[in-house]
């Protein structure tokens, strides 16, 4: 397993967010994290990252992130994409890029360039400038740069045009076959097509791991856990 | 036209002095959200450094250990006070407040709350006439001084990999950490810059007043502060002009309104900005810092 989280618990402002989530993300394909909004799964996310105070054990290869800083567990080889796409508004597309470029080994720009020609040909534009679409680009393609041994993408469809989502599907597709990932989606037709393992989320909980197939196959389960009557 | 040119100029310089003053306020703002009420007092220490040494070495000289003085305090006011209290923003203001008084007390228990004379060499002290002006050679000291910081600054922050940190810390300062990037570094960095202008800013402020006392650096941080809400948060261009147009402000209004009415203009002139511009944003963010 490349990570593993075991009883990890969060509370904000008063509101314990997560109440001992344990689950293990495979070292290959992608480990899909759901559940209805509001469940936790952002923060769990933010939760591996140290972005929150957490309590309980999490494990990157092993190794305990509990003690690390965030900057310090990226390095580990922690590649993240968040919700809100994270992308400096004021910076330009080369200069977002260039910021997640880490010390070291080489910097994948001809895989990012390959896989988003776009980044190219708009390098010198200001971030914030871009579309929706470009900017989850961006976001993908900064956890592409560098050796990450995991990337976490959460939601990288929220809020897509139909024809970006199947964009970002392929690229997140192409991704998976380098790289595991840790991946937080709503689109349930994306996650039947990349997410080999599934792990939900209900008010702070696991509630249900297994296979995604299964876990979509079965019409009564998914209306109870993710509050859909049929898998699209 | 001659008191034109002359007001215009003297504008000028305290206007570069206050851009010394709020272009490091500014950045330590932006990227760390630490309202430094200390920096003032950082301005007092690089004039007391730039008086003690003017006499015993080249006044450029002086001026360089003032820069190093301030750097030097700043630096260590961040690792050791405010890196503890990164989350804890009140204690953080307690902290810097009160650096702000003890530190000009301290000068003041020194060297004597009288105001000490800086001798600097004859040809900074004279004048240079300029269209039937005889303008004071500080300013352009001041002027030139500021110009060379505010493109410094400007290539700092667009050519260096800290001056990306720094520009995308002021956007969002997680994020910036979620990508790998040790931001605490960029903090002592930044702050230490703040230092090094607050020192330039009591070295030359010395020259541009003729002395130095112990709550010069204070009271110039009043109109550093005024400035940064101006100017805007982490903008250096946007600093640099709204010091010019205070400094300018506040001479022609104590010349052609009342001595002393400069002060109020240049409140007035934030009152409105802050109503028409809309630079509400800044605005509330420093009231909720310090509410």
Redesign the interface.
């Known amino acids: 397993m490349i990570l593993e989280l075991d009883d990890v618990r969060v509370t904000l402002g008063g509101s314990q967010i997560l109440q001992g989530v344990s689950f293990t993300v495979a070292r290959a394909g992608v480990t899909a994290l759901l559940g209805r909004n509001g469940v936790g799964k952002t923060t769990t996310v933010k939760a591996v990252?140290g972005?929150v105070p957490r309590t309980g054990a999490i494990r990157f290869d092993g190794e305990g992130l509990h003690r690390l800083?965030?900057?310090e567990i990226?390095?580990r080889g922690i590649g993240?994409a968040?919700e809100d796409r994270?992308v400096?508004?004021?910076?330009t597309v080369t200069?977002n890029l260039?910021?997640?470029e880490?010390r070291g080994a080489g910097h994948a720009y001809d895989l990012v360039y390959e896989l988003f020609p776009e980044l190219k040909t708009r390098g010198a534009q200001a971030a914030g400038t871009l579309s929706g679409g470009q900017q989850q680009m961006v976001a993908i393609a900064?956890t592409l740069l560098?050796d990450n041994r995991l990337i976490v993408v959460d939601e990288p469809t929220k809020g897509l045009a139909p024809k970006v989502v199947t964009e970002v599907a392929e690229v997140l597709e192409r991704a998976a076959e380098r790289v595991p990932m840790l991946l937080v989606e709503q689109n349930l037709a994306l996650v039947r097509r990349l997410a080999g393992d599934g792990v939900v989320l209900a008010a702070g909980q696991v509630v249900h791991r297994g296979p995604v197939r299964d876990l979509l196959a079965d019409t009564e389960l998914t209306q109870k856990l993710l509050g859909v009557g049929k898998a699209a | 036209m001659s008191t034109l040119i002359l007001l215009a100029l003297t504008g000028l310089g305290l206007g570069a002095l206050y851009f010394l003053i709020a272009s490091g306020l500014s950045l330590i703002f932006g990227l760390m959200d630490v309202l430094n009420f200390a920096h003032g007092a950082l301005v007092t220490a690089g004039a007391y450094a730039a008086w003690r040494l003017t006499g015993h070495l080249p006044f450029v000289l002086a001026v360089a250990v003032a820069v190093a003085v301030g750097a030097a305090l700043a630096a260590a006011i961040e690792t050791v006070l405010i890196r503890p209290l990164y989350s804890r923003p009140k204690d953080q203001i307690l902290v810097t407040v009160g650096l702000g008084l003890a530190l000009p007390a301290l000068v003041q228990g020194i060297w004597g709350a009288d105001a000490r004379q800086l001798k600097a060499p004859r040809q900074l002290t004279g004048t240079v006439g300029l269209l039937g002006a005889n303008i004071p050679t500080d300013r352009f000291v001041l002027i030139a001084a500021a110009l060379v910081v505010l493109a410094g600054l400007k290539l700092f922050l667009a050519r260096t990999r800290y001056g990306?940190?720094v520009?995308?810390g002021v956007?969002?300062r997680?994020?910036?950490?979620?990508?790998?990037?040790?931001?605490r570094r960029a903090f002592t960095l930044v702050f230490a810059i703040g230092g090094a202008l607050a020192g330039l800013a009591g070295a030359l402020g010395g020259l541009y007043f003729g002395s130095v006392s112990p709550n010069q650096g204070t009271s110039l941080l009043v109109f550093g502060f005024v400035v940064v809400v101006i100017g805007g948060l982490g903008r250096t261009d946007g600093v640099a002009l709204a010091a010019a147009a205070v400094g300018l402000i506040q001479q022609f209004t104590n010349y052609y309104a009342a001595s002393g009415l400069g002060d109020l203009a240049v409140v007035a002139i934030l009152a409105v900005v802050l109503l028409a511009r809309g630079n509400r944003e800044g605005f509330e963010r420093l009231v909720r810092r310090t509410a």
Do not use: I, S
């Open positions: 990252l972005l800083r965030t900057h990226v390095r993240y968040p994270g400096f508004a004021k910076l200069e260039a910021l997640a880490r900064r560098n | 990306l940190v520009r995308a956007e969002d997680a994020m910036v950490t979620a990508l790998g990037v040790d931001v």
